[in-house]
């Protein structure tokens, strides 16, 4: 039996339970992993919640699709791993059929990355999907370049983190928007060239200010909803105004309606489409593992919590008060 979070209806942290559950051996292409760290991001709440682009398709289910540990046991497919040897696991998968919120998990090896040397478990819980987020959007996807601008909602979570050094790693020129003052320090520390609080400034104004009147090649947004009106007008001509979150909650317009904008170009974004491509895959893990070994890219991790906090951690994230991603240790 394997401790592992499950929940048994929709609806907010309280739902989480911490149960023993048979866990069985791994298929053909699956590993099982012992889970020594857990990364949580905002998907899982939507998930558990009933608000996700996956309905949940039956109770009790799983949860979390970020992890790092150590590969137990291989299928008999499974080729390229060892028992034995630390890995991360990245999201590539429906939440529906694998979770990894557990002690030990079975996950897909299409969905597992050696862990680069010198990383450890939380680290290697914190990394990947924040990167190959900012990563499969603005690079595979945007073809960002040196010299470029992106505008970041929501900078302070860990996308938004690692979108800055995505950007500065490339030559391209981060300016961040948080709601109030209270995170703009640490936006600038983290490498941001602006920081926009967008309680007291016009984002408008201040990002055209900042570009010479161009506008910004990318905006990568976390937030949606009527906010994209404002967002879209510093969209240069030419660039790509990027949704990968909805974090309002609110339905988003489409410009084009509002302001009459009809060369934006507005699409939305999911690590899904980086992911589930060997390709993008392979190319985002090149990038990221470069990144870390040169010290051009760094996790940043806000808190660490134990796996019978799952509750407290939830909430702490979904309160939206930290600067990084929020980690949960599995204490075996």
């Known amino acids: 039996m394997v401790r592992t979070v499950r929940f048994h209806e929709l609806g907010g942290p309280e739902v989480l339970r911490l149960e023993d559950v048979e866990l069985g051996e791994p298929g053909p292409d699956e590993l099982l992993i012992r889970v020594d760290a857990i990364g949580l991001n905002r998907a899982e709440a939507l998930f558990r919640g009933g608000r996700y682009i996956e309905p949940v398709k039956e109770l009790p289910a799983r949860l979390g699709a970020e992890a790092a540990g150590v590969v137990e046991a291989l299928g008999a497919r499974v080729t390229g791993f060892e028992a034995g040897q630390a890995v991360s696991v990245v999201p590539a998968f429906s939440m529906n059929d694998y979770g990894v919120y557990a002690e030990r998990a079975i996950v897909p ?3 597992v990355l050696s862990r680069p040397e010198g990383l450890d478990a939380v680290a290697g819980a914190a990394v990947w999907m924040p990167y190959l987020t900012a990563y499969g959007a603005l690079v595979e996807v945007g073809g960002m370049r040196a010299g470029d601008t ?6 302070s979570s860990g996308v938004g983190l690692a979108a800055i050094q995505v950007a500065r790693r490339v030559g391209a020129v981060p ?6 003052g209270a995170k703009r320090e640490a936006l600038l520390s983290a490498g941001a060239a602006e920081v926009i609080v967008t309680d007291d400034e016009d984002v408008v104004e201040r990002v055209l200010g900042a570009t010479a009147g161009r506008g910004a090649e990318f905006v990568f947004d976390a937030v949606a909803g009527p906010g994209v009106l404002n967002l879209a007008q510093v969209v ?3 660039g790509t105004l ?13 410009p084009w309606f509002e302001l009459g904008m009809p060369a934006l170009n507005m699409r939305t974004y999911t690590v899904h489409e980086t992911t589930r491509d060997p390709r993008r895959l392979r190319r985002g893990e090149a990038f990221v593992a470069s990144g870390l070994g040169s010290g ?3 996790p940043v991790v806000d808190r660490v919590f134990g796996l019978d906090e799952i509750v407290e951690a939830r909430r702490y994230l979904e309160a939206g008060t930290q600067v990084g991603k929020i980690v949960v240790a599995v204490d075996h």
């Open 175 to 180: 300016i961040a928007t948080t709601r109030t």
């Open 242 to 254: 990027f949704l990968y979150g909805a974090l309002s909650g609110e339905a988003t317009p489409y």
């Open 296 to 298: 051009a890219l760094a």
């Open 150 to 155: 992106v505008v970041l909602t929501a900078a």
């Open 236 to 238: 240069a001509p030419g």
């Open 109 to 111: 090896a299409a969905a």
